[in-house]
């Protein structure tokens, strides 16, 4: 294990670093104030200090079994909830981070001279991060269990967002200062990740899949195809040609099969697989080697069940529409003669062939399941199947030319969504404005709650009069002299419930103080606040101001958990509201919070165009066109004018939706590719 001897200062500089870029990442967040940020750094820090001096440590089981004892020295049932949540946090960093944080553990293992040093005990792991965090939660003395929570929540989202790359420039770091990375073999098996990297599917699933064949075949390595790849022909030039002229045929008569007739749609020739309404009657079949008489081990009885595995994947797949299936079964003796004839079809990706079959897939997005041939869009893809059936020549350029036809398609189809956009961003723009609205508020009342108020009229600020001034602002901004008059009645019923100990000053409350109510009460009014609420609200009122006349100051918390939380008003709930806004005859259903939250510092991943599949509030899963994403709050528009979908989406519950799988990009967007993942994964399994 090789490293420079200053390995001291190698480390202090490496926790530094470390240290630095843990707090720039939480203060992108909003969600800590700088006192809270310190103290999660002190926490870590600790942690870091005590994991690189400590000689030696248990194994990896030792340190999970023992983390909530050694590691989180909390009590009480709430303080349990909470370490037993920090636990479970730690464990999904653990798995999100792992390639990029196991790199670093392998480095520390050579700073340190540590090959047993387990990878729980990292010393810039998840696991000192929550020692921070402890040390934060416990500095913040009467903060709610409830609080605390939902504040974990969202630093976790920050952290599951930022942590890969932080751990990817601390491993940089270490590398430019000559700390290498230790082989993994000189660490016991249990200490090391099950996976240090996620897996992931071959770049070409289609080539995978026919070399996976080809190894099965009896003989196989002198079986190997030549450079040629499939086109490498095991058959004599004469059987070839009997072989290519009997698919015209059957392709002439109907494929295996099945008969084809005329229909009106488009003039040409169909697959007769619809029953008169339209509807698709019995599924295609797939045409194999051995039904044409030519043997598996032949580069051609090769391209063909590599192909049919495609289909096959592709028929069985519930979510592409019976119309399309029909129309992809109508090319199949088309494509496997363009498979005999250019191996390329095999090793490009961009080949004409496969994009051809990935467009219809694109085309066909946003049509439910049940779509009917009928539809103009299904009729188009059969007449552009039937014109390359017709081709005498089944090559590149015939494909070519479909390529294009279907690309002028897409073009007027995606044109569409244009005109189906613009109405919904006056709606758009009316829930950006109510997020600038929030924030406005916030900051405005930041000021009244740092003074640390009495609870009661803490949470009347934050759940009652603002909405008075968000309604306010909304109307007409923050200029007007009715923000200022909104504002002063704050400062008015803060004056109230000070001591007053001077004489004069309890004359000039019981002068001031109807007056103020009668503010107040019009304030309450005008958003409709219950009678009960007012009433309850105006006794405590009362009370409070009973104590400033008798100078009795008020209890407050001993430790106010205003210094650690974000200053202002209270955290808003993490939990996604549905919701819908309305103009003239169109609806937005919105994903959104209950308050002002920001967007995340990350880019989606995805873009304007793209076609996603995602959960709607009732469970059910939709798709819809990702249409516009707003400059101004990141707020994503998805529209699906077949299902009459308008949706938006807070950018930071679609990027937690997209980050844990529950979204994603649609399959039928690389339907070729897809199919071919599928069949390489059950050829696998087989």
Not at 284 to 299: D, Y
Not at 600 to 628: I, T
Request: charge should be negative; include cysteine.
């Amino acid at each position: 294990m090789a490293v420079q001897s200053d390995s001291f200062h190698l480390l202090s500089d490496t926790r530094a670093l470390f240290l630095k870029h843990l707090g720039a990442l939480l203060q992108d967040c909003g969600e800590l104030s700088a006192p809270a940020i310190q103290a999660i750094q002190n926490g870590a820090g600790a942690y870091f200090d005590e994991m690189a001096s400590t000689n030696r440590r248990g194994t990896f089981a030792e340190e999970a079994s023992g983390l909530t004892s050694s590691r989180i020295t909390l009590v009480g049932e709430e303080d349990l909830e909470l370490g037993i949540r920090l636990d479970n946090m730690s464990a999904r960093l653990f798995e999100s981070t792992g390639g990029s944080l196991w790199r670093t553990h392998l480095r520390f293992v050579t700073l340190l001279r540590r090959p047993d040093l387990p990878k729980s005990a990292n010393p810039i792991g998840p696991k000192g991060i929550a020692q921070g965090l402890t040390t934060m939660f416990d500095a913040a003395g009467a903060a709610t269990i409830d609080k605390k929570l939902e504040l974990l929540d969202r630093i976790e989202a920050c952290l599951l967002e930022g942590l890969p790359a932080l751990y990817a420039e601390i491993n940089d770091f270490m590398d430019r200062k000559g700390v290498d990375a230790a082989s993994p073999s000189i660490i016991g098996s249990q200490e090391g990740p099950t996976s240090t990297e996620p897996s992931s599917t071959p770049d070409n699933a289609l080539l995978a899949l026919q070399q996976r064949l080809l190894a099965s075949l009896p003989r196989a390595g002198e079986l190997a195809p030549a450079a040629g790849g499939a086109a490498a022909s095991l058959l004599n030039q004469a059987t070839l040609e009997r072989l290519v002229e009997r698919l015209n045929e059957l392709d002439r008569r109907g494929a295996f099969e099945q008969k084809f007739a005329p229909t009106q749609t488009g003039g040409g020739m169909i697959p007769a697989l619809f029953t008169p309404n339209g509807d698709f009657a019995s599924p295609p079949k797939v045409l194999k080697s051995a039904q044409l008489g030519i043997p598996t081990t032949a580069n051609e009885g090769l391209a063909i069940d590599t192909l049919a595995m495609i289909f096959e994947a592709i028929f069985a797949n519930p979510a592409v529409p019976d119309a399309l299936k029909a129309v992809i079964s109508s090319l199949q003796i088309t494509l496997l003669k363009v498979a005999m004839k250019d191996s390329s079809l095999f090793v490009d990706a961009q080949h004409p062939a496969r994009l051809v079959v990935d467009r219809m897939g694109q085309a066909i997005l946003g049509l439910p399941i049940d779509v009917p041939a009928r539809h103009p869009i299904c009729a188009r893809l059969f007449e552009i199947a039937t014109r390359l059936r017709s081709e005498s020549s089944a090559d590149k350029s015939a494909f070519e030319t479909a390529l294009n036809d279907l690309d002028t398609l897409l073009a007027e189809h995606n044109a569409s969504f244009a005109a189906a956009t613009t109405p919904y961003l006056p709606l758009v723009n009316q829930l950006d404005r109510n997020d600038e609205a929030a924030l406005r508020v916030r900051q405005a009342l930041e000021k009244f709650i740092e003074t640390s108020p009495p609870p009661a009229i803490r949470l009347f600020l934050e759940q009652t009069w603002s909405r008075l001034l968000r309604t306010i602002w909304l109307e007409a901004g923050e200029q007007g002299a009715e923000w200022q008059e909104g504002l002063a009645v704050v400062d008015d019923l803060l004056w109230t419930i000070q001591p007053k100990a001077d004489p004069d000053e309890r004359k000039t409350l019981a002068r001031r103080l109807p007056e103020i109510l009668k503010r107040l009460r019009a304030g309450m009014a005008r958003i409709g606040l219950s009678a009960e609420a007012e009433a309850a609200f105006l006794d405590t009122c009362f009370e409070l101001q009973t104590r400033a006349l008798r100078a009795t100051p008020a209890t407050t918390p001993e430790t106010p958990a205003a210094d650690l939380f974000p200053s202002g008003v209270s955290t808003p709930a993490g939990t996604p509201v549905s919701g819908k806004l309305q103009a003239d005859q169109r609806i937005l259903a919105t994903l959104d919070f209950a308050d002002y939250r920001p967007a995340p510092s990350r880019a989606f991943p995805v873009k304007v165009g793209d076609w996603l599949e995602f959960p709607l509030a009732d469970g059910s899963q939709a798709m819809a066109r990702l249409c516009y994403i707003s400059p101004a709050s990141r707020r994503a528009l998805l529209i699906n004018p077949e299902s009459g979908l308008a949706l938006a989406v807070h950018p930071a519950i679609l990027e937690r939706q997209l980050r844990e799988g529950e979204a994603r990009l649609s399959p039928l967007c690389a339907l070729f590719e897809s199919a071919a993942s599928i069949a390489l994964q059950k050829s696998a399994g087989g």
